[in-house]
T-cell receptor
Framework: SYELTQPPSVSVSPGQTARITCSGD??????VYWYQQKSGQAPVLVIH???ERPSGIPEKFSGSKTGTMATLTIRGAQVEDEADYYC???????????FGGGTKVTVL | EAQLLESGGGLVQPGGSLRLSCVAS??????????MMWVRQAPGKGPEWVAG????????LYTDSVKGRFTVSRDNSKNTLYLQMTSLRVEDTGIYYC?????????????WGQGTLFTVFS
């Protein structure tokens, strides 16, 4: 089955930039979506179609993609940005959806 | 404000059946305009996409592990999404969320529901 690969964890100091990667061999032809999930809450979409921010999402969140790797960047990360972040996309056939394994972002 | 409210969780024995419901309210466009999906999350694990359905209900998709056991459907007259689950396994345990399928949207993604939890126990 198709997989999206993320690093298990990323740690940054307050005010620094956190970068989370997501790799998948068909990402060259599929959009990537990014979800933020804080402890005990439902996931929230923070990036759609590789680079776009949904309404209400702060400008500190940005997305990019090069080839088979997508990156979620959090500029000026703060304690409130601590969460698990998941990438999401279609599989090779486009008939299923898949989440990455998730990256825990710690700001300390 | 758009909301999704899941229900139907509980305790089930392996091999049992259960039907989950998700009622949508406050959508700016008709519920039938939106493809929907079910996503589950096992305790301590990341989310897993389970199933999706087109706005009209004619097309449905499933992850491999639930094909033949789960059926996603919708009643647009009731703004409700369903997930009928049969032959349940312990590994089906988790919180089940409904949400708009984002791949068909460029705006109005909305929020997920808070989920409904069910446990398959032997």
């Amino acid at each position: 089955s198709y997989e999206l690969t993320q690093p298990p964890s990323v740690s940054v100091s307050p005010g620094q930039t956190a970068r989370i990667t997501c790799s998948g061999d068909v990402l060259t032809t599929k959009y990537v979506y990014w979800y933020q999930q804080k402890s005990g809450q439902a996931p929230v979409l923070v990036i759609h179609q590789d680079t776009e921010r949904p309404s209400g999402i702060p400008e500190k969140f940005s997305g990019s993609k090069t080839g088979t790797m997508a990156t979620l960047t959090i500029r000026g990360a703060q304690v409130e940005d601590e969460a698990d972040y998941y990438c999401f996309s279609k599989d090779r056939t486009g008939n299923q959806r898949v989440f990455g394994g998730g990256t825990k972002v710690t700001v300390l | 404000e758009a909301q999704l409210l899941e229900s139907g969780g509980g305790l089930v024995q392996p091999g049992g059946s259960l039907r989950l419901s998700c009622v949508a309210s406050g959508f700016t466009f008709p519920f039938s305009s939106f493809a929907m999906m079910w996503v589950r999350q096992a305790p301590g694990k990341g989310p897993e996409w389970v199933a999706g359905i087109s706005g009209g209900g004619s097309n449905s998709l499933y992850t491999d592990s639930v094909k033949g056991r789960f059926t996603v459907s919708r009643d647009n007259s009731k703004n409700t999404l369903y997930l009928q689950m049969t032959s349940l396994r312990v590994e089906d345990t988790g919180i089940y969320y409904c949400a708009k399928d984002p791949v068909w949207l460029v705006r109005d993604f909305g929020n997920w529901g808070q989920g409904t939890l069910f446990t398959v126990f032997s």
